[in-house]
């Protein structure tokens, strides 16, 4: 393991993957707390599967994939929080159609150019060693801005997440927060395309929190206690996938899988303890 280790901090482009394991799971981790709390996993993956349009778009035009998954992202995120708001069509329904078009449009743009099979591999499934300083330094952006504003807007969010008729009463802006909220979901998920794959990314959002709050139902400990699993289980996995040449999200998806029926166990053990 140590061996591991060491050879992985040799290459610039192994510690890339390296950091972007951590920063991508902190993120996830509290994005995620707020994705579950609020019950919208499938907003999540309508979004993480709509995000595909953007990049094949833009490969197709020859600009950065990332943008245009990031604008493709965040336009379908608002869109679905406004129709769903106004009342206009259901979430489910909005979610399904922004879903399945972003899809088509994404696997048209890339039937269009050479090395279709490779890219869409590679953003389907992830392929964390295309990870590239850019992406580093946009996830460590995110990062921050995360943290800090789950440092400063936590107490608030908890009360527009569990109660959005108190939270008006004490003059929140409930529908900004939920826009700003949704923007923020689509760009977490689409920096993390490398690490995991649309189809693979919303174990990474959703895994974490279900085991956090097997632990405890303090959201302020579940969203700290999802971005540590969050974070231990990209490292271990990208580890584990580098000593055994298996994918990297896979890994990680085993690795959360397996920490959740332990807890889970231990959990059932304990309660079976407490009542005897």
């Not at 482009?13 to 394991?21: D, E, K, S």
């Not at 997440?161 to 689509?186: C, H, K, N, W």
């Amino acid at each position: 393991m140590i061996a591991t280790i060491e050879n992985i901090f040799a290459y610039d482009f192994l510690v890339n993957a390296f950091v972007a394991c951590i920063l991508s799971g902190i993120t996830c981790g509290i994005v995620g707390s707020y994705i579950v709390a609020r019950r919208m996993v499938f907003l999540a993956s309508g979004i993480t599967h709509a995000s595909f349009g953007g990049l094949g778009i833009a490969l197709y035009a020859g600009l950065n994939p990332l943008l245009g998954a990031v604008a493709f992202a965040s336009v379908s995120s608002l869109g679905i929080e406004y129709a769903s708001r106004k009342g206009r069509m259901r979430e489910d329904s909005a979610i399904g159609i922004i879903w399945s078009v972003g899809m088509a449009i994404g696997a048209l743009f890339m039937s269009l150019r050479p090395g279709y099979a490779t890219d869409l591999t590679s953003y389907l499934f992830g392929n964390i060693l295309l990870v590239d300083r850019g992406d580093v330094a946009w996830l460590a952006l995110l990062t921050v801005v995360i943290v800090f504003g789950a440092a400063i807007w936590l107490r608030r969010l908890m009360y527009i997440t569990f109660d959005e008729e108190y939270a008006r009463s004490q003059g929140l802006p409930v529908a900004v927060v939920a826009y700003v909220m949704a923007v923020v979901i689509a760009i977490t998920i689409v920096l993390s395309i490398k690490v995991m794959g649309i189809i693979l990314l919303l174990s990474l959002v959703t895994l974490p929190v279900v085991i956090a709050n097997t632990l405890t139902k303090d959201y302020r400990r579940i969203t700290l206690f999802a971005s540590i699993i969050a974070v231990v289980a990209n490292v271990i996995g990208f580890i584990f996938s580098y000593e055994y040449d298996l994918p990297t999200g896979s890994c990680i998806i085993f690795i959360l899988v397996v920490l959740l029926a332990v807890v889970k166990l231990l959990t059932s053990l304990k309660h079976r303890v407490t009542t005897l």
